[in-house]
């Protein structure tokens, strides 16, 4: 189903920095913006980065995003407890003319 | 700050049409962005969310190839809302149906909080 592959698990401790990678292809990440959101359970997505590395007014500055070639990831910085939760990658496929998600990462914060 | 709120029947009947109405405020529709239409199986992760399609404040429609032919997705800048109709339902389109503003188009910004619509008899 999903295009962009991620790890299915990342854990870190509070105040660790947890990496989260996203692969992709030229079609996709190597010629579009990389987006990322966290989604809880039984909510809407929230995003927590666009076009590669910016960041919305409102997410902590722990969180960062950069891209190189087909592959994008995502940092959190100083971990919390109320990070614990899913985080996708997305972006735009020119051969599927459609977005594109990734595979989701579960973090938990032990 | 922008908001989204979908609106319309939870309970749709097979081979009938699917309506749905996505209400903007905090932003004005005719400024500009694309406004789109997804969604999510119960229960499911991200991984399954399907970009229905979207629309831009002059009617310019960009709509999920395998949905085409199904779907209407039309804007009303006056009362600054946009409206998705699927026609031909069948169970597999039960689903929780989220509105969003596309930051990009298909990659949204800011998504309304979903409704769940269950085709069923």
């Known amino acids: 189903q999903s295009v962009l592959t991620q790890p299915p698990s990342a854990s870190g401790t509070p105040g660790q920095r947890v990496t989260i990678s996203c692969s992709g292809s030229?079609?996709?990440?190597?010629?579009?913006?990389v987006y990322w959101y966290q989604q809880l359970p039984g909510t809407a997505p929230k995003l927590l980065i666009y076009?590669?590395?910016h960041r919305p007014s409102g997410v902590p500055d722990r969180f960062s995003g950069s891209k190189s070639g087909t592959s994008a990831s995502l940092a959190i910085s100083g971990l919390r407890s109320e990070d614990e939760a899913d985080y996708y990658c997305?972006?735009?496929?020119?051969?599927?003319?459609?977005?594109?998600f990734g595979t989701g990462t579960k973090v938990t914060v032990l | 700050q922008v908001q989204l709120q979908e609106s319309g029947p939870g309970l749709v009947k097979p081979s009938e049409t699917l309506s749905l109405t996505c209400i903007v405020s905090?932003?004005?529709?005719?400024?500009?962005?694309?406004w789109g239409w997804f969604r999510q199986p119960p229960g499911k992760g991200l991984e399954w969310l399907e970009w229905?399609?979207?629309?831009?404040?002059?009617?310019?429609?960009y709509y999920n190839p395998s949905l085409k032919s199904r779907v209407t997705i039309s804007v009303d800048t006056s009362d600054n809302q946009f409206s998705l109709k699927l026609s031909s339902v069948t169970a597999a389109d039960t689903a929780v149906y989220y509105c969003?503003?596309?930051?990009?188009?298909?990659?949204?910004?800011?998504w309304g909080l979903g409704t769940l619509v269950t085709v069923s008899s």
């Open positions: 076009r590669d590395n």
């Open positions: 229905i399609g979207s629309i831009n404040h002059s009617g310019s429609t």
């Open positions: 905090g932003y004005s529709i005719s400024s500009g962005y694309h």
């Open positions: 030229s079609s996709n990440i190597g010629s579009n913006y």
């Open positions: 997305a972006a735009w496929d020119d051969s599927l003319s459609g977005p594109v």
């Open positions: 969003a503003r596309d930051n990009n188009l298909g990659t949204p910004d800011y």
